[in-house]
């Protein structure tokens, strides 16, 4: 059994542990909080720039980020990957369920990454990167999810590949999320029907606002989901930890008390004995 010291030196550390993992865990909960305050707002916006676009569909139009290109040699997945980790699978699945898309993928396969976690890990796979979003926060803005809408579409019109699409961790609870992947672009046209209203000032210019506007607004909705199951999943491992360090604590505790006992027990084993022995006249005081 460990000496009363070596004990104590272990509850001591286990405490500084259990003072960080319940930091962490308040720090996820605020963040997961502020985000879930505008999800709803993110996602109605979203919806409703899909119809809007969908309205419009049935337009002949020569909108790029609706036209579909004739042949597909590259595609694009863009990862939304976590900032930093301790936050169990969340990361790791996504990595995950990339590599298998990318190892079914029929054509060439390019990736964009936002967020910070995982650059060295996606280099020991051979995931081919070509540019990573690192300054993403945690709390995502407009401007955020405009820079990184912007990247590509400027991806998409100049050729450099012909299908992007979204791979992020879809938020079910705060304790299950899973990796879903998605088309981006070109949008789809989900309605062939000519639209039965005036547009002004003009066809190009509405339909080309409506689109710009649903991509924005798609990522927007992808970036806030993907730090959603972050901020959960991270809040429910640091909970978990905590608890571990509630019972670990216990446990010393008792061993402990146990390790007292068995010193206070020899000193007294001691002191009898050594009683005993002076009156036996085999020690002269």
Request: with cysteine.
């Amino acid at each position: 059994m460990a000496n009363v010291r070596e004990i104590r030196g272990r509850i001591k550390s286990v405490k500084s542990t259990q003072q960080i993992t319940k930091a962490m865990k308040m720090v996820s909960a605020a963040k997961l909080r502020r985000i879930q305050g505008g999800m709803d707002a993110v996602k109605l916006f979203a919806a409703r720039s899909r119809e809007i676009v969908d309205l419009l569909s049935g337009i002949d139009t020569d909108e790029p980020l609706l036209t579909p290109r004739q042949e597909v040699r590259t595609v694009c997945y863009v990862v939304f990957i976590g900032n930093r980790g301790l936050c169990s699978l969340y990361n790791i699945s996504l990595v995950h369920e990339l590599r298998e898309l990318l190892a079914a993928e029929e054509h060439a396969a390019v990736v964009v990454a936002a967020g910070r976690w995982g650059k060295d890990v996606m280099e020991d796979e051979g995931i081919p990167v070509i540019r990573w979003f690192s300054d993403l926060g945690d709390l995502p803005t407009q401007a955020d999810a405009a820079r990184l809408a912007d990247y590509m579409k400027e991806l998409f019109l100049s050729g450099e590949v012909d299908e992007i699409r979204l791979l992020y961790q879809q938020y079910h609870t705060a304790f299950r999320q899973t990796p879903v992947c998605v088309p981006f672009l070109p949008v789809r046209r989900e309605n062939g029907e000519q639209p039965d209203c005036l547009i002004e000032p003009s066809r190009a210019a509405v339909i080309h606002n409506a689109v710009e506007i649903y991509v924005n607004a798609v990522v927007m909705d992808a970036l806030r989901e993907a730090r959603q199951g972050e901020q959960a999943a991270r809040m429910t491992d640091m909970t978990a930890a905590t608890d571990a360090t509630t019972e670990l604590i216990d446990q010393l505790s008792l061993e402990l008390n146990r390790a007292r006992q068995a010193a206070v027990t020899t000193e007294i084993a001691d002191i009898v004995g050594g009683t005993k022995a002076m009156k036996a006249g085999t020690i002269h005081s």
